[in-house]
């Protein structure tokens, strides 16, 4: 049938081709195994990245819709702070203008003990007695006296009370104004 004749050089140099081409496989293989590993860590890798980078846009997303929150919370409280100063100034006007009760219970009629009389003091300060540590006393802002009423059972009584909260030492001076008994007694028979 087949008539072969190998030589001992044709057995060497089949022998050399089928090493080689056994490398060349081997090589092949590994190549390919190699490439297959880096696009899969190349495809892992670029999820990876495109999850993150969604993630970072929902982030963002977020941070623009809070920004817009925000940005409204801050005016309204630009708002609340511009009515917030215009009542402070009203009330601080009140506050110099009117007279402020110091120590004064108002109780229901039926309660009334007629047994205390008001008495209204004015308070002056002078400015230099100040002691400078205090540099935002409200007494500083004291021009033309502050009113309070006192209730005590004697005029004595009435200016020890007020006293003990606005000092000789301190640089206050305090001045009878009016003694209130009469309307206290007009308002007790009233009753």
């Not at 590994?30 to 490439?35: S, V």
């Not at 004697?154 to 640089?171: F, M, V, Y």
């Amino acid at each position: 049938m087949f008539d072969f004749n190998f030589d001992v050089m044709s057995i060497a140099y089949v022998l050399v081709l089928a090493a080689n081409l056994a490398l060349i496989l081997l090589v092949g293989n590994l190549t390919f195994e190699r490439a297959r590993d880096a696009w899969s860590s190349v495809a892992s890798r670029t999820r990876y990245l495109q999850s993150g980078l969604d993630q970072l846009r929902t982030a963002a997303e977020h941070a623009e819709a809070q920004t817009v929150e925000a940005a409204k919370d801050i005016a309204a409280a630009k708002q609340k702070l511009a009515n917030a100063e215009v009542e402070l100034a009203a009330l601080k006007k009140r506050h110099a203008e009117e007279k402020l009760p110091f120590v004064y219970r108002v109780t229901p009629p039926e309660n009334f003990d007629p047994g205390g009389m008001i008495w209204e003091f004015i308070a002056h300060h002078d400015n230099e007695g100040m002691k400078e540590t205090d540099p935002d006393h409200p007494a500083r802002q004291w021009t033309n006296g502050r009113f309070y009423l006192v209730q005590a059972a004697t005029q004595k009584a009435a200016i020890r009370q007020l006293e003990r909260h606005l000092p000789d030492s301190e640089g206050f001076r305090l001045a009878l104004v009016k003694n209130h008994g009469d309307v206290i007694a007009s308002f007790a028979e009233a009753v």
